[in-house]
């Protein structure tokens, strides 16, 4: 709109658009159709084994394989068996040298204190346990 309030002339299409002149020519099958395309596979119908013997092939190899792993685990344990036997026989040996050993250091060490406290008035050997409890006893040897 102009200042005055007017329209200005129209500027726009007054009428519908029309479509292009028709002067193409489209293509179009030839005459009688085209010709019929052989689109079959060119293999055998049964190439390789079947489904049933492929199933039935992985389940041996699948039982042969765990029947392989239960032997394995009895022979295992069977091994573990025999070698804790054979720590439980060894037990009274391995604990005798292990007394021998603590009441040897227990010697060693009351001879050091005898000689060490040799000095102090009113010490006097004394072969009493620190504490008065039977639940603390010797240390072990680990086994």
């Known amino acids: 709109m102009t200042l005055t309030g007017e329209r200005p002339p129209s500027m726009g299409l007054t009428e519908p658009p029309k479509p292009p002149p028709l002067h193409y020519v489209q293509d179009g099958p030839p005459a009688g ?3 019929r395309l052989d689109v079959r596979r060119n293999l055998p119908r049964n190439v390789g084994p079947s489904a049933t013997f492929l199933f039935l092939g992985g389940a041996v190899v699948m039982a042969y394989g765990f029947w392989r792993v239960g032997t394995f685990n009895v ?3 069977e091994l573990l068996e025999e070698r804790q036997q054979v720590r439980a026989a060894l037990v009274p040996f391995l604990q005798a040298e292990e007394d021998q050993r603590y009441l040897e250091a227990r010697a ?3 001879a050091w204190e005898s000689k060490v ?3 102090v ?10 504490y ?3 639940s603390h ?4 040897f680990p086994f």
Do not use: F, Q, S, V
Request: proline letters at 14%.
């Open 33 to 35: 159709g085209y010709p």
């Open 75 to 77: 022979h295992r344990r």
């Open 108 to 110: 060693r060490w009351e």
């Open 117 to 119: 406290m040799e000095h």
């Open 121 to 130: 008035p009113d010490w006097k050997e004394k072969n009493e346990p620190i």
């Open 132 to 134: 008065k409890t039977r």
């Open 137 to 140: 006893g010797p240390a072990l």
